[in-house]
């Protein structure tokens, strides 16, 4: 496993789950940054400003090496997506920044910039905030419910409250029993505070499916006999809900 640096402290939370999951993709497919280079068109530089947080990989570089590691690209189009206008908003806060203007003007702009970063921020955070559910969730018994949280907030760290019902342990973030984890999300707060209870730390409960959930994910899938692939689909839900 790759060690990787850490992000800049001023990168956006939603770059950086775009580039947790690209960071994970290299790592599984044991390719070298060369490799990547030659297989995905793309040069080595650029993947190392990509994957270390200097640089936003182009949509096209994204779908590359999903292509290339053999995965599926809709998942990660949609952080691509987030990723895009958090960066769009942070250069247009730059540039307003550098505007030679004065007094009132000035400020007007600042102003204007702002809102619009605010008001941009909160339609993308409700986006990602829904959570997220498998074919045939209705919803019910998640989060927004059972918790009174209106949204998921990425960087937020949720409490667990593990319960049995009906023979099944719910944190009541999320009732799905199928989804496959990709996305962060109200699914993956459930998943990881279900290993927490289950004897196998996730590294936290902040909705993000990072290293050390994966690394969970997979100590409890040896020990169900399961396929350890990290990958937290129908069957580790299933010994997930115990």
């Known amino acids: ?92 806060a730059t540039a307003a920044a550098d505007i030679p203007t004065r007094g009132g003007a000035r400020r007007a702009v600042l102003i204007g910039v702002l809102t619009t970063v605010l008001l941009g921020a909160l339609v993308v955070g409700l986006l990602v905030a829904a959570p997220w559910s498998d074919h045939g969730n209705s919803g019910k018994g998640t989060a927004a419910t059972a918790h009174g949280v209106f949204a998921y907030q990425p960087g937020k760290t949720y409490p667990c409250a593990v319960r049995r019902k009906n023979g099944q342990l719910y944190a009541g973030y999320s009732t799905t029993r199928t989804a496959v984890l990709s996305r962060p999300g109200w699914d993956v707060v459930e998943a990881q505070c279900l290993l927490d209870h289950l004897g196998f730390d996730p590294g936290g ?35 997930l809900r115990g």
């Open 205 to 239: 409960v902040d909705g993000v499916d990072g290293e050390m959930t994966t690394r969970a994910v997979k100590r409890l899938q040896e020990k169900a006999g399961l396929a350890t692939d990290g990958l937290v689909g129908p069957q580790t839900w299933k010994v």
């Open 1 to 92: 496993m790759s060690r990787w640096k850490a992000f800049p402290d001023s990168l956006d939370d939603r770059v950086q789950q775009l580039v947790v999951q690209l960071r994970r993709l290299k790592d599984r497919s044991g390719l070298s940054l060369s490799s990547m280079a030659s297989k995905t068109g793309y040069s080595r530089s650029s993947w190392e400003r990509y994957l270390n947080g200097k640089a936003l990989a182009p949509r096209e570089a994204v779908e590359a090496l999903a292509r290339v590691c053999g995965v599926g690209t809709a998942r990660l189009l949609v952080l691509h997506e987030l990723a895009e206008e958090a960066w769009r908003m942070e250069d247009a």
